[in-house]
């Protein structure tokens, strides 16, 4: 009998939150991943991978902000992943929050931007976290962010 891998959902917002997302890539080679970002051209940095592009939204646009996090749910209870790991920011706050309704294990890296104190999403998402961590040893405390090192 063959054993299917377990299925992880990567996701992050643009820029650098993806960029760290991709330099994790190498921990995920045991699992099937899908891949969900903020723009469909991230996809040829994911060749021959699952990839699903969602809207944009900051806190600013609430509206906005509130149909992501449905395109989010939707994606979370269509690919029901086993794992659900981000690198920030507010979609993966969502998908936190969402992974832990369907009883996935949650995974946030904080952003190597973040020197002085955890952003906003790592702060409200740490209590969804199976795994918080930080990319730095300073922000890390009893209880979490743990730090274990940066990605970049």
Not at 108 to 115: F, K, M, T
Request: hydrophobic fraction near 45%; aromatic fraction near 12%; charged fraction near 20%.
């Amino acid at each position: 009998m063959v054993k299917t891998p377990p299925k992880l959902l990567a996701i992050s917002s643009g820029g650098g939150h993806w960029v760290e997302m991709l330099r994790l890539r190498p921990a995920f080679a045991r699992f099937n991943v899908t891949y969900v970002t903020v723009s469909n051209d991230y996809a040829a940095d994911v060749p021959g991978e699952c990839f699903r592009s969602i809207s944009d939204a900051t806190r600013w646009n609430k509206v906005k902000l509130m149909l992501v996090a449905g395109q989010i749910l939707w994606r979370i209870l269509y690919e029901r992943p086993d794992v659900v790991i981000s690198t920030g920011a507010a979609p993966g706050y969502f998908a936190l929050r969402f992974g832990k309704l369907i009883g996935a294990r949650t995974v946030w890296l904080d952003s190597i931007a973040n020197v002085d104190e955890l952003s906003m999403a790592g702060q409200m998402a740490g209590r969804y976290a199976d795994m918080w961590l930080t990319q730095w040893s300073h922000l890390a405390r009893e209880g979490g962010p743990e730090y274990f090192g940066a990605v970049i």
